[in-house]
């Protein structure tokens, strides 16, 4: 029986190459000179700092660039608000990768108003779909790049 997996993820590789990047570019560029901006990542989470909130603005920019360029969708990411202390204000940057509980749920519920002959399961942090007919799974597939969710989704894993 045909199915496919719905999951969201980004490469965590091409992820650390884009932190470095941006890190070298905010270290040679002159509005940043002296302020000591960086970017640190640790697990999912990117770790900005500088010394104004406008700063902070600006490395913001550069890592959403850098990491459109190494190919990762920047809706993953969930900026929270800057922490502004004293002469330093700093940010944290959550890389959001899996399908959570409530949003699986969601898309399943989705699917079965739309009356399409497929069965989902939620496995973990992924979808499973599978119906008898492939041209099912590609409608199910157009149903959700329809939908309006705040993760970018991925379909992989399909077999006949």
């Known amino acids: 029986m045909p199915s496919f997996d719905v999951v969201s993820e980004f490469d ?9 990047q941006a890190n070298r570019e905010v270290g040679t560029r002159f509005d940043f000179k002296g302020t000591g901006s960086k970017f640190e990542l640790e697990e999912n ?9 406008f700063q902070l603005q600006q490395m913001l920019d550069i890592l959403r660039q850098k990491l459109s360029k ?10 929270e608000e800057p922490e502004l202390t004293g002469n330093t204000a700093r940010q944290k940057v959550i890389l959001r990768q899996g399908l ?14 739309s009356k399409i002959k497929v069965q989902s399961s939620i496995q973990g942090e992924k979808l499973r779909i599978s119906g ?29």
């Open 12 to 20: 965590a590789h091409e992820a650390s190459n884009a932190v470095d």
């Open 45 to 53: 989470v990117i770790n900005l700092s500088s010394q104004t909130d």
């Open 70 to 79: 190494r190919g990762i969708d920047i809706a993953c990411l969930k900026e």
């Open 100 to 113: 959570d509980t409530p949003l699986a749920r969601d898309l399943v519920k989705k699917i079965k108003v």
């Open 132 to 160: 008898k007919k492939r041209d099912d799974l590609q409608a199910v597939i157009a149903l959700l790049k329809d939908l309006d969710t705040d993760l970018p989704l991925q379909y992989e894993n399909f077999r006949d």
